[in-house]
């Protein structure tokens, strides 16, 4: 949604609530890139639940993965006062001020997925990404210690944005695991902002430099996918395993993909709209409710073994 209907939208909520009758809410949500898959199936799963409230009006602004434009639309909620406002921030320190205003404006402000440099926020609904680092790069080193007899092997880490907490924490986990191994190299770790096409030209360089590449950790379904693009165009799809975070369902989803062996394993990272519309709508129609100042979902690592279950 741009930023033009995501104004009428909330306008035409306020000329409604003018009228008396039933008290209507209104609910705003600032998606950071509605063209990212992960977020795509936010937003279908978030219009679903609230579309159970018919005195609940769902706006969504679309940041287009842009730190300005996502403010600029903060901002605008901010003066049209929903009941409450829900961001999944583009990037962290981007968004920490403008959140705070809303805070300051008493618009209850839910924090989705990504954090924030401050807790200017009312509930914070998120996984845990160090977790799903430790748990992609334990799997690694069992791949490899399984392929080697040893703890051992070149990885490709390829990076989402930099500076967003998932990028910075599934690295981070990751990187913990491997450090306890010294003859796992990360041989190169481009960055390919979350996107397939931009991991796909990164990972053709890195396959250009790089003559042996045991395994691509893509902090995302999307890279990781692209990178096996990669590798297939060049013939070599087969000398690595190719790893991806998110586990989105359907067909084009990373839980698929395991299936079709396209990856050889997936993290399940939780949209988290269920328990975000679960604490939204205790918000608006609970006074005396008081949220939890975080909430964190758990992931679920998906292979061969269990991708066929976890798809249905």
Request: charged fraction near 25%; include cysteine.
């Amino acid at each position: 949604m741009t930023r033009r209907s995501a104004i009428a939208g909330l306008a035409g909520l306020a000329c409604s609530c003018a009228g008396g009758g039933r008290k209507q809410f209104a609910v705003a949500f600032s998606q950071a890139n509605n063209a990212e898959p992960y977020r795509a199936a936010q937003n279908a799963l978030m219009t679903k639940l609230w579309s159970d409230h018919p005195d609940v009006k769902l706006v969504i602004s679309d940041a287009q993965q842009d730190n300005s434009r996502q403010v600029a639309q903060v901002e605008t909620f901010i003066r049209q006062k929903p009941d409450l406002l829900i961001v999944a921030p583009n990037e962290r320190a981007a968004l920490t001020a403008v959140m705070g205003q809303a805070m300051e404006a008493k618009i209850p402000v839910i924090c989705l997925e990504r954090d924030i440099l401050q807790p200017s926020y009312t509930s914070y609904v998120h996984s845990d990404n160090v977790a799903i680092g430790r748990k992609a790069g334990q799997f690694i080193v069992d791949h490899l210690t399984k392929k080697y007899g040893a703890a051992k092997g070149n990885v490709v880490a390829m990076r989402g944005l930099l500076g967003v907490e998932g990028e910075i924490n599934r690295d981070k986990g990751a990187k913990e695991v491997f450090g306890r191994h010294p003859d796992i190299k990360i041989v190169a770790d481009p960055v390919a902002d979350w996107i397939q096409a931009k991991a796909k030209d990164r990972m053709t360089e890195v396959l250009r430099s790089q003559p042996k590449i045991d395994v691509v950790y893509g902090h995302n379904d999307p890279m990781a996918v692209g990178a096996y693009l990669a590798a297939k165009e060049l013939g070599r799809e087969g000398e690595m395993i190719f790893v991806g975070v998110d586990g989105l369902a359907g067909e084009a989803g990373g839980i698929k993909k395991v299936m079709d062996g396209v990856l050889a394993a997936t993290f399940v990272y939780p949209l988290c709209v269920d328990k975000a519309v679960e604490v939204g709508d205790r918000i608006l129609r609970e006074p005396g409710f008081r949220p939890e100042k975080e909430y964190v979902i758990e992931s679920t690592m998906v292979t061969a073994e269990n991708a066929a279950s976890l798809l249905g």
